[in-house]
Protein backbone atom coordinates (compact mmCIF):
# COMPACT_ATOMS: atom_id res chain seq x y z
CA UNK A 1 0.00 0.00 0.00
CA UNK A 2 1.99 3.09 -1.33
CA UNK A 3 -0.94 5.85 0.32
CA UNK A 4 -1.83 6.49 -3.72
CA UNK A 5 -5.50 5.19 -4.32
CA UNK A 6 -7.12 4.54 -8.16
CA UNK A 7 -10.12 3.93 -8.64
CA UNK A 8 -11.60 2.36 -10.57
CA UNK A 9 -9.19 -1.09 -11.06
CA UNK A 10 -10.28 -1.85 -14.17
CA UNK A 11 -12.75 -0.37 -16.55
CA UNK A 12 -14.60 -1.67 -19.96
CA UNK A 13 -15.63 1.40 -22.14
CA UNK A 14 -16.61 2.20 -25.73
CA UNK A 15 -15.57 4.16 -27.71
CA UNK A 16 -19.03 6.48 -27.54
CA UNK A 17 -19.13 6.37 -23.69
CA UNK A 18 -17.47 8.82 -21.20
CA UNK A 19 -15.81 8.01 -18.40
CA UNK A 20 -13.01 9.44 -15.52
CA UNK A 21 -10.38 7.90 -13.78
CA UNK A 22 -9.38 8.89 -10.12
CA UNK A 23 -6.64 9.18 -7.96
CA UNK A 24 -6.63 10.48 -4.73
CA UNK A 25 -3.27 10.74 -2.25
CA UNK A 26 -2.86 12.25 1.35
CA UNK A 27 0.36 11.67 2.07
CA UNK A 28 0.76 15.51 1.85
CA UNK A 29 2.40 15.73 -1.79
CA UNK A 30 2.46 18.66 -4.19
CA UNK A 31 2.84 17.15 -7.35
CA UNK A 32 0.96 14.36 -9.40
CA UNK A 33 1.33 12.75 -12.35
CA UNK A 34 -0.52 10.78 -15.09
CA UNK A 35 1.44 7.75 -16.72
CA UNK A 36 0.44 5.35 -19.39
CA UNK A 37 1.52 1.59 -20.37
CA UNK A 38 0.54 -0.19 -23.31
CA UNK A 39 1.17 -3.56 -23.54
CA UNK A 40 4.64 -4.42 -23.79
CA UNK A 41 6.25 -0.91 -23.68
CA UNK A 42 7.32 1.56 -21.57
CA UNK A 43 5.67 3.97 -19.13
CA UNK A 44 4.92 7.26 -20.86
CA UNK A 45 4.15 9.84 -19.34
CA UNK A 46 1.24 12.19 -19.99
CA UNK A 47 0.58 14.92 -17.62
CA UNK A 48 2.70 16.68 -14.59
CA UNK A 49 0.73 18.96 -12.12
CA UNK A 50 2.81 21.26 -9.39
CA UNK A 51 0.68 22.49 -6.94
CA UNK A 52 -2.85 22.00 -8.66
CA UNK A 53 -1.06 23.29 -11.85
CA UNK A 54 -0.45 21.39 -15.00
CA UNK A 55 3.42 21.62 -15.57
CA UNK A 56 3.56 19.40 -18.46
CA UNK A 57 0.66 17.75 -21.30
CA UNK A 58 3.13 15.37 -23.15
CA UNK A 59 1.70 15.57 -26.12
CA UNK A 60 -1.49 13.89 -25.38
CA UNK A 61 -4.98 14.06 -27.32
CA UNK A 62 -7.52 15.86 -26.39
CA UNK A 63 -9.61 12.80 -26.07
CA UNK A 64 -7.90 12.66 -22.60
CA UNK A 65 -8.27 15.42 -20.00
CA UNK A 66 -6.74 16.02 -17.17
CA UNK A 67 -8.22 17.82 -14.15
CA UNK A 68 -6.22 18.81 -10.62
CA UNK A 69 -9.04 20.25 -7.83
CA UNK A 70 -6.77 20.37 -5.16
CA UNK A 71 -3.73 18.83 -4.03
CA UNK A 72 -5.05 15.08 -3.16
CA UNK A 73 -6.99 14.36 -6.00
CA UNK A 74 -6.24 13.58 -9.23
CA UNK A 75 -8.87 12.89 -12.21
CA UNK A 76 -8.52 11.84 -16.13
CA UNK A 77 -11.44 12.72 -18.24
CA UNK A 78 -11.98 10.02 -20.83
CA UNK A 79 -14.61 10.50 -24.23
CA UNK A 80 -14.66 9.29 -27.66
CA UNK A 81 -11.38 6.73 -27.01
CA UNK A 82 -10.16 4.49 -29.55
CA UNK A 83 -8.36 1.15 -29.01
CA UNK A 84 -5.52 1.64 -29.28
CA UNK A 85 -5.70 3.84 -25.64
CA UNK A 86 -6.58 0.64 -23.73
CA UNK A 87 -3.68 0.27 -21.32
CA UNK A 88 -2.89 0.62 -17.76
CA UNK A 89 -3.10 4.52 -16.37
CA UNK A 90 -0.83 4.94 -13.40
CA UNK A 91 -1.05 7.65 -11.10
CA UNK A 92 2.12 8.94 -9.45
CA UNK A 93 2.48 11.65 -6.50
CA UNK A 94 5.84 12.89 -5.10
CA UNK A 95 6.59 15.74 -2.40
CA UNK A 96 9.37 18.18 -4.07
CA UNK A 97 11.97 16.20 -4.77
CA UNK A 98 11.31 12.72 -3.17
CA UNK A 99 10.84 9.74 -4.34
CA UNK A 100 7.67 8.50 -6.73
CA UNK A 101 4.99 6.87 -4.98
CA UNK A 102 2.69 5.01 -7.44
CA UNK A 103 -1.20 3.93 -7.74
CA UNK A 104 -1.50 0.14 -8.44
CA UNK A 105 -3.28 1.58 -11.81
CA UNK A 106 -6.53 1.49 -13.50
CA UNK A 107 -6.29 -0.90 -16.51
CA UNK A 108 -8.64 0.34 -19.27
CA UNK A 109 -10.28 -1.30 -22.47
CA UNK A 110 -11.87 0.11 -24.87
CA UNK A 111 -13.80 -1.81 -27.36
CA UNK B 1 18.91 12.92 -18.43
CA UNK B 2 21.28 10.61 -18.74
CA UNK B 3 20.82 7.06 -20.65
CA UNK B 4 20.81 4.09 -18.81
CA UNK B 5 21.47 0.67 -20.72
CA UNK B 6 20.26 -2.87 -19.20
CA UNK B 7 19.90 -6.19 -19.73
CA UNK B 8 16.32 -6.81 -21.22
CA UNK B 9 16.01 -10.28 -18.99
CA UNK B 10 17.38 -12.25 -16.30
CA UNK B 11 16.68 -15.61 -14.16
CA UNK B 12 17.95 -16.15 -10.60
CA UNK B 13 17.01 -19.47 -8.71
CA UNK B 14 15.07 -18.41 -5.72
CA UNK B 15 17.19 -17.72 -2.10
CA UNK B 16 20.21 -16.73 -4.31
CA UNK B 17 21.09 -13.03 -5.04
CA UNK B 18 19.97 -10.95 -7.96
CA UNK B 19 22.58 -8.84 -9.45
CA UNK B 20 20.60 -6.23 -11.53
CA UNK B 21 23.11 -3.99 -14.07
CA UNK B 22 22.80 -1.17 -15.52
CA UNK B 23 25.32 0.94 -17.31
CA UNK B 24 25.28 5.29 -17.45
CA UNK B 25 28.59 6.13 -19.32
CA UNK B 26 27.08 9.81 -19.35
CA UNK B 27 26.38 10.12 -16.09
CA UNK B 28 27.39 13.95 -14.87
CA UNK B 29 28.20 14.79 -11.46
CA UNK B 30 24.98 15.89 -10.55
CA UNK B 31 23.39 12.88 -11.06
CA UNK B 32 21.80 10.77 -8.65
CA UNK B 33 21.16 6.61 -9.62
CA UNK B 34 17.83 5.88 -9.10
CA UNK B 35 16.06 2.01 -9.26
CA UNK B 36 12.41 1.51 -9.06
CA UNK B 37 10.65 -2.01 -10.02
CA UNK B 38 7.11 -3.01 -11.50
CA UNK B 39 5.66 -5.96 -10.17
CA UNK B 40 3.35 -7.33 -13.35
CA UNK B 41 0.45 -4.63 -13.45
CA UNK B 42 0.97 -2.59 -10.63
CA UNK B 43 2.27 0.59 -10.25
CA UNK B 44 6.48 1.32 -10.02
CA UNK B 45 7.82 0.58 -6.77
CA UNK B 46 11.19 2.88 -5.63
CA UNK B 47 13.51 0.63 -4.13
CA UNK B 48 17.07 2.55 -3.39
CA UNK B 49 18.74 5.53 -5.17
CA UNK B 50 22.49 6.97 -4.77
CA UNK B 51 25.12 9.48 -5.49
CA UNK B 52 28.57 7.94 -5.56
CA UNK B 53 28.69 5.69 -2.27
CA UNK B 54 27.13 2.61 -2.02
CA UNK B 55 24.17 1.94 -0.58
CA UNK B 56 21.88 -0.31 1.37
CA UNK B 57 17.96 -0.85 2.87
CA UNK B 58 16.07 -3.08 3.71
CA UNK B 59 14.82 -3.86 0.03
CA UNK B 60 18.49 -4.08 -1.95
CA UNK B 61 21.94 -2.59 -2.49
CA UNK B 62 23.37 0.20 -4.56
CA UNK B 63 26.51 -0.50 -6.08
CA UNK B 64 28.34 2.16 -7.78
CA UNK B 65 31.68 2.10 -9.75
CA UNK B 66 34.06 4.58 -9.06
CA UNK B 67 34.03 6.21 -12.08
CA UNK B 68 30.01 6.18 -11.98
CA UNK B 69 29.53 4.57 -15.41
CA UNK B 70 28.15 1.91 -14.18
CA UNK B 71 26.01 0.71 -11.26
CA UNK B 72 24.29 -3.08 -9.48
CA UNK B 73 21.52 -3.41 -7.86
CA UNK B 74 21.57 -6.31 -5.45
CA UNK B 75 18.66 -8.11 -4.00
CA UNK B 76 20.61 -10.26 -1.16
CA UNK B 77 18.17 -13.58 -1.08
CA UNK B 78 15.61 -13.53 -4.15
CA UNK B 79 12.35 -14.60 -3.71
CA UNK B 80 9.57 -15.52 -6.27
CA UNK B 81 8.10 -11.91 -4.93
CA UNK B 82 11.05 -9.93 -6.07
CA UNK B 83 9.91 -11.47 -9.95
CA UNK B 84 9.33 -7.90 -11.44
CA UNK B 85 10.92 -5.38 -14.18
CA UNK B 86 13.64 -3.44 -12.63
CA UNK B 87 14.18 -0.20 -13.97
CA UNK B 88 17.45 1.79 -13.40
CA UNK B 89 17.62 5.48 -14.02
CA UNK B 90 19.80 8.47 -13.89
CA UNK B 91 18.41 11.85 -12.49
CA UNK B 92 19.61 14.92 -12.07
CA UNK B 93 18.98 16.16 -8.50
CA UNK B 94 17.50 18.99 -7.53
CA UNK B 95 15.05 18.19 -10.11
CA UNK B 96 12.01 19.91 -9.36
CA UNK B 97 9.11 18.39 -10.12
CA UNK B 98 11.00 16.89 -13.55
CA UNK B 99 9.33 13.80 -14.44
CA UNK B 100 10.92 10.15 -13.99
CA UNK B 101 11.39 8.57 -17.59
CA UNK B 102 11.29 4.76 -17.20
CA UNK B 103 13.10 2.97 -20.25
CA UNK B 104 12.54 -0.63 -20.96
CA UNK B 105 14.06 -2.05 -17.80
CA UNK B 106 15.30 -5.74 -16.59
CA UNK B 107 12.75 -8.33 -16.29
CA UNK B 108 13.69 -10.27 -13.74
CA UNK B 109 12.33 -13.90 -13.06
CA UNK B 110 12.97 -15.89 -10.02
CA UNK B 111 12.58 -19.21 -10.64
CA UNK B 112 12.31 -22.01 -7.61
Known amino acids: ETGVTQTPRHLVMGMTNKKSLKCEQHLGHNAMYWYKQSAKKPLELMFV???????ENNSVPSRFSPECPNSSHLFLHLHTLQPEDSALYLC??????????FGSGTQLSVL | DAKTTQPPSMDCAEGRAANLPCNHS???????VYWYRQIHSQGPQYIIH???NNETNEMASLIITEDRKSSTLILPHATLRDTAVYYC?????????????FGKGTRLSVIA
Open chain 2, 26 to 32: TISGNEY
Open chain 2, 50 to 52: GLK
Open chain 1, 49 to 55: YSLEERV
Open chain 1, 92 to 101: ASRLGNEKLF
Open chain 2, 89 to 101: IVRVYPSGNTPLV
